[in-house]
């Protein structure tokens, strides 16, 4: 981008805008929304209609009530609140400024939009300054002789605003409301940039909220003249009457610039620069602008940003349909930024759209121009004409239609100035963003991508799904989605994944989990434990192998072929020849053995990267070589040298025989042999599950063998590339893969090695010579060592080129009564890159996430936020059920007892059936103001309850059920003890 060398930049960082989110009149909840809505320049005012009119007509006193609906900007539905996604019982939400609760889900939107999950910026230094001038709550709540309660304070205090935001994502910033009147968010926006460029947060939350519930204000302005009676806001034009209040609630996320360049934000604008100042005595009264002030600010705001004015390509002006503000705010945007100017200044107010939201019209001002930045087009001002007569002469000009932004060789500037009822004034410069850093080729490449969605619970979670679909089903760069599903959104409980290869694949499963239907590339949904169990890893041996093994993810995935590639020289240098890799035939047993293996260490490696680590491994037959290795027993020489000797002493026997799969229990496999006369020819070489026997034996009576079991209706199939493992035959090998592997030094290990040979925990520094000399006669005991190794909670994951163990370790782990999960390695049809996402889609939906996701960080896309928007009523919905419990003649005690659950419940945030009756509330969790809140209810519910304290609430020893009593004695004459 070019610098202009008569503008240099401030001293200091530059601040970035990289989240927006918005709440306005017309149905307007996004920056996408606001930016079409801007783009047609239709106002979206209108009278005020059904029960919000009856409402706010009711408060008014009789001489004051108009004839006809108010134009006013309304935001759809401000008593909507999701609670729960706050943890707020229903009966405080109910009790809070409705401004408090839309400030709580905006910003969640606009931290989401900035790709910044929630969470990430617990205990951080994080500033939150909101600005509002509207305390319509405390007016109607603060009355004489109603009764107040600590809620009803606190939902009526301004303060609150922000500290609420800070309190519930655990921000240690500064944290404030500004009043500066209509002035106001403007003015924290200020504030904000400046606690950035001291060093005192990393992160600002701005926001400005505007929501009209008492009328009187709007009845007062009327009667001031200053509302405009056609209902239009009209800036700058000469039929101006007057602007139109309107609701807004709006936030920013600013960050430094270089922070958010390395982590790949999107970044909408830069602030530039910004400055504030008073009216001081104006002498034209309190109430209208000082000219020379206006101008000063100007000044202070372009020198603050080390601008030339008259680079300034277009102002978001206050711009609120007042004749004397619109006069006034014109002459002096004439007076500092048109001299030097080739052409007029283009100005414009985004009042004329919604009308005027006062102390939230500096942050709406703001987005309105960071968008036309990020856009590169200059919005029409809608509603206007013709330019006032009182600047006419001016050389400023106000657009009707959208224009392109103008070529100047210089980054494309816009100012906002925001000015307060009382004199308090703000301007804001603004900069067009540095154009984002290229992504890397690799990661737009075409691959399987891994989409991860959660919420709080599973209807939640359905109907998230359906809101993404349509985004993905349009998307074309599903990098870019995965990445910004797995680095900038939060993980919550409830938990699925979506493993697709395209768009339209990713969209097709969204869709399907919104209906709560399964698909190929959905995992899940499933719920995931605060705490995960242990995570065992389980590696497959012979017969895990095919033609495709590892190609994929060779191919796509860094780490995995690095490592695949370094144990390919580990196993050269033993060979004495280039052993096998991904892509190539695999064409005999010992190629299979070394493809086996291979696979396996780099699939280790892949998941070490990711994060995990595993609690204890186990291994079968081949496969406890990578699991020694995995656990750190074995170097990967000394394992890539037990691999060696081992599959080329094994590979001896190729033509002697093999292994035969079958249905049959062990018991049952000991009978067969014996029944067909071959006891000591064939044996028992592995048990896979209650109801899976691999035979060994040479070939003739192990054909024998199989020719009678299918005659007999038993499953029976035969490995691929197979030789007769662990049966007398390898008896004369033993003592021959001793002396090969005499010398290697294994070592002891934190993780927990179970051996399959011995059906026991071995410790890794016993993983010599001899060990694998034993294992390679001994019968694979595998259920005897899974059932060891895995205990209820635990996650078995299975390594291995596709899934041969995953049934048999779930239907083991089913007998015997042990709660754990095991996750299978894939088909061959699935692709292995895809089958390894789906694993670690199926550990996360678990509860064992990644410490580091397979996608890159990316610049965000825009995945819609969805809130689960019951109405709140006065009190809490369990409050009415308490007192019509105590209310009949012969209250029932279960009744009482339930609706007592349901308070607490509520308060929780839990569902009632996870309420203990049998623990007190205080060892149930309830902090003392959640205490203090149950007891209100109590008071409220019943009259008897009026003097009931919060000695029992507080009472460890009181249990739910002994507390539903003491309620009942109280309310009917008994004393509580």
């Not at 500092?336 to 985004?350: M, T």
């Not at 004495?576 to 490696?605: N, S």
């Not at 399959?756 to 294992?775: C, N, P």
Request: proline residues 7%; glycine residues 8%.
């Amino acid at each position: 981008m070019p610098e202009n060398s008569q503008s240099p930049r401030p001293s200091g960082p530059l601040i970035a805008i990289t989240g927006i989110g918005c709440r306005l009149p017309g149905g307007v909840d996004s920056p996408t929304a606001l930016w079409d809505a801007m783009v047609r320049g239709e106002s979206l005012l209108s009278p005020v209609r059904g029960e919000r009119w009856e409402q706010m007509s009711s408060q008014l006193h009789p001489e004051q009530r108009p004839e006809q609906p108010w134009t006013i900007g309304v935001i759809d539905d401000i008593e909507a609140f999701d609670h729960q996604a706050f943890s707020i019982p229903a009966h405080e939400a109910a009790q809070l400024d409705p401004q408090q609760r839309m400030v709580l889900e905006v910003v969640v939107e606009a931290l989401n939009d900035a790709g910044l999950p929630p969470s990430s910026l617990a205990g951080s230094r994080t500033g939150v300054w909101t600005g509002s001038a509207c305390f319509d709550q405390g007016l109607m709540t603060m009355q004489p002789g109603r009764l107040q309660r600590m809620t009803t304070m606190a939902g009526a205090a301004m303060a609150m605003l922000a500290n609420r935001v800070s309190y519930h994502l655990n921000l240690r910033g500064p944290s404030m409301n500004v009043d500066t009147a209509c002035s106001a968010s403007g003015t924290a926006l200020h504030l904000a940039r400046q606690s950035l460029l001291l060093g005192e947060v990393d992160t600002a939350i701005v926001i400005g909220v505007n929501l009209m519930q008492f009328s009187g204000i709007t009845a007062g302005f009327v009667d001031g003249g200053v509302i405009a009676t056609d209902g239009m806001c009209r800036p700058f034009d000469e039929d101006g009457k007057g602007y139109v209040r309107a609701e807004a609630t709006a936030a920013l996320v600013l960050r430094r610039l270089d922070a958010a360049q390395e982590s790949r934000d999107r970044v909408y604008a830069l602030v530039r620069g910004s400055a504030a100042n008073c009216d001081g005595y104006s002498p034209a009264g309190l109430y209208a602008p000082n000219p020379s002030v206006h101008l000063e600010l100007l000044k202070q705001a372009y020198d603050s940003a080390g601008m030339d004015p008259a680079h300034v390509d277009y102002v978001q002006c206050h711009g609120t349909g007042t004749k004397a503000g619109d006069s006034s705010e014109g002459r002096a945007l004439a007076r500092v930024l048109a001299p030097g100017r080739e052409g007029p200044l283009v100005i414009g107010s985004v009042k004329s759209l919604i009308g005027h939201t006062e102390g939230a019209s500096g942050v709406v001002g703001v987005i309105a121009a960071a968008l036309s930045l990020y856009h590169a087009t200059i919005p029409p001002t809608a509603c206007h004409e013709t330019i006032r007569s009182t600047l006419k002469r001016l050389p400023l000009r106000v657009p009707t239609a959208p224009e392109p932004w103008p070529q100047t060789g210089r980054p494309r500037t816009a100012g906002v100035s925001a000015f307060g009822l009382g004199g308090s004034n703000v301007h804001i410069v603004l900069e067009q963003a540095p154009e984002p850093v290229a992504e890397d080729a690799d990661d737009t490449a075409a691959r399987p991508r891994l989409i991860p969605v959660s919420a709080l619970s599973e209807p939640r979670l359905r109907d998230l799904a359906a809101a993404w679909a349509p985004v993905l089903a349009d998307s074309t760069d599903l990098g870019r989605a995965a990445s910004t599903a797995q680095h900038r959104r939060d993980h919550h409980p409830v938990r699925a994944a979506v493993v697709a290869e395209s768009p339209q694949q990713a969209a097709a499963a969204l869709t399907a989990l919104g209906e709560g239907r399964s698909h190929p590339a959905l995992v899940g949904p499933a719920g995931a434990p605060s705490q995960p169990g242990r995570l065992v890893w389980m590696f497959a041996g012979q017969g895990s192998q095919h033609a495709d093994m590892a190609r994929a993810c060779h191919a796509e995935l860094p780490v995995f072929r690095e490592a695949l590639e370094e144990a390919r020289a580990a196993l050269a240098a033993h060979l004495g020849r280039q052993p096998w890799r991904p892509g190539e035939p695999i064409p005999d047993f010992e190629t299979a053995q070394h493809a086996i293996w291979l696979t396996q260490v780099a699939q280790a490696a892949t998941w070490r990267h990711w994060g995990y680590v595993p609690d204890a491994v186990i291994g079968h037959s081949l496969g406890e070589v990578a699991a020694a290795h995995a656990a750190g027993a074995l170097s990967l020489d000394d394992a890539a040298r037990v691999v060696a000797a081992r599959s080329a002493l094994l590979a001896e026997l190729e033509p002697v025989g093999g292994l035969l799969v079958t249905d049959l229990t062990a018991e049952r496999a000991e009978e067969v042999i014996a029944a067909h006369g071959r006891v000591g020819t064939l044996v028992a070489a592995a048990y896979n599950a209650p109801d899976t026997t691999v035979l060994s034996g040479p070939e003739e009576p192990l054909e024998e063998l199989r020719a009678a079991l299918d005659a007999q209706g038993v499953f029976t199939r035969r490995v691929p590339n197979d030789v007769p493992a662990h049966s007398p035959s390898v008896a004369p090998l033993t003592a021959r893969l001793a002396a090969a592997l005499d010398g290697i030094a294994p070592r002891g290990s934190d993780v927990v090695f179970h051996s399959t040979a011995e059906a026991a925990v071995v410790d890794g520094a016993a993983l010599d010579a001899a060990y694998w000399a034993r294992q390679l006669r001994s019968p694979v005991r595998f259920t005897d060592a899974l059932a060891q190794a895995v205990d209820d909670g635990a996650t078995v994951l299975e390594l291995g080129g596709r899934s041969t163990l995953g049934r048999g370790a779930t239907a083991t782990l089913a007998e015997r009564g042990t709660d754990a999960a095991v996750v299978s390695a894939g088909d061959a049809d699935r692709g292995d890159h895809a089958a390894l996402l789906d694993q670690l889609a199926a550990l996360h939906t678990r509860g064992h996430s990644p410490a580091r996701w397979p996608e890159p960080v990316r610049s965000p896309v825009r995945l819609p936020v969805r809130w689960d928007h019951g109405q709140l009523s006065d009190t809490a919905a369990a409050a009415p059920t308490l007192a019509e419990a105590l209310t009949v003649s012969e209250p029932d005690p279960a009744t009482v007892l339930e609706a007592l659950v349901h308070l607490v419940a509520d308060t929780l945030g839990i569902t009632p059936e996870e309420v203990d009756v049998d623990r007190s509330p205080i060892d149930l969790g309830l902090s003392s103001v959640a205490m203090i809140g149950l007891r209100d209810l109590f008071h409220e519910a019943h009259p008897a309850l009026s003097t009931f304290g919060v000695r029992l609430l507080f009472d460890p020893t009181v249990t739910l059920t002994q507390l539903s009593e003491a309620i009942l004695d109280h309310c009917h004459g008994v004393p509580v003890g």
